[in-house]
């Protein structure tokens, strides 16, 4: 019996909208009082450097042995300055608790954290413990940076911007233009970027019941040549309301026995006269593609 793996990337098209370079995270502890981490310059490319700041404002309250460290992920490395602060804020203050240079040292996404601390017996019984929050998001790559408060790989609620794993075999892109309204068009794009010659690769894009392909193709199936992107595109249109999800990725068989298949999905809530973009349901491992059919004997 033939043995089919799956390896699932849901890529949630949030609502949200991110912009590049958007205003920092605020986190509120207390009414009046907040902790933002920024790049205020942007974020750093590879092997850049860039300013990472953390400022504390407390409007109502004097704060008393306030402190605040951030952690860096492992695609970031610290330069100068420091990653911790401890002291007092004015009540009606603005400070820069923290002013540190970073570089990236790594292509990826990453999630910056910040831990934060006051003493509720030093401060007349309002306090909050330590404890690491997510504190902003920054997505690396050679030529390039992004961060926001919302992980910046969700551009604008469009497609996701693949995460780059230095070891991923294939970097999958899948997108859509843009959330049809019923019976209207829209373009479906699977992009492949293979780190290494994959032969006998099929790329499929699945779709759910009610949507139907227009023009394009949704398979095909070649040998991936190492650095060398491969497109699939379909135009389709969907002639069913409601919650749909829509899966673009890869299949390569291994022998006769084995199969691995690695996908990304986008989500969407189609409408008569607005449509938009959605956010997955828990994962199911039972809720998979099916395999692409093969011509190797059963």
């Known amino acids: 019996m033939r043995r ?52 504390i404002t407390s409007q109502r309250l004097t704060l008393e042995n306030m402190s605040v460290e951030i952690r860096l992920p492992e695609g970031l490395e610290l330069v100068s300055g420091e990653l911790f602060w401890l002291g007092d804020v004015a009540k ?18 990453w999630a910056i954290e910040l831990s934060k601390s006051i003493d509720p017996e030093e401060q007349g019984g309002f306090g909050f413990m330590p404890g690491w929050l997510d504190a902003i998001y920054v997505s690396v790559s050679e030529d390039s940076a992004e961060w926001g ?75 991936l040549k190492a650095g060398v992107p491969a497109t699939l595109s379909a135009q389709i249109v969907f002639n069913e309301t409601g919650n749909c999800r829509i899966d673009g990725g890869y299949w390569q068989w291994v022998g006769e026995e084995n199969s691995w298949g690695v996908y990304r999905s986008i989500y969407l809530i189609i409408g008569i006269d607005q449509s938009d973009f959605a956010q997955p349901p828990e994962p199911d491992v039972e809720d998979l593609p099916p395999p692409p059919s093969t011509s190797l004997n059963d």
């Open 4 to 55: 089919i793996f799956i390896i699932s990337i849901l890529t949630c098209m949030l609502i949200t909208s991110v912009a590049t370079g958007c205003a920092p995270v605020e986190t509120t502890p207390h009414p009046g009082i907040t902790v933002e981490v920024s790049f205020p310059d942007g974020a750093p490319p590879l092997d850049q450097e860039a300013e990472l700041n953390c400022v």
């Open 92 to 109: 009606g203050d603005e400070i820069v608790a923290i002013e540190a240079i970073v570089r990236a040292v790594k292509i990826g996404n």
């Open 149 to 223: 408060i919302y992980p910046p790989w969700y551009k604008n609620g469009s497609h996701a911007v693949p995460i780059t794993v230095v070891d991923a075999p294939v970097v999958i892109d899948f997108s859509i233009s843009h959330p049809p309204l019923l019976n209207e068009p829209a373009e479906l794009t699977l992009t492949l970027s293979p780190r290494d010659d994959m032969p006998s690769i099929t790329a499929r894009i699945i779709l759910p019941e009610g949507a139907a392909l227009v023009s394009g193709n949704l398979e095909w199936q070649r040998d």
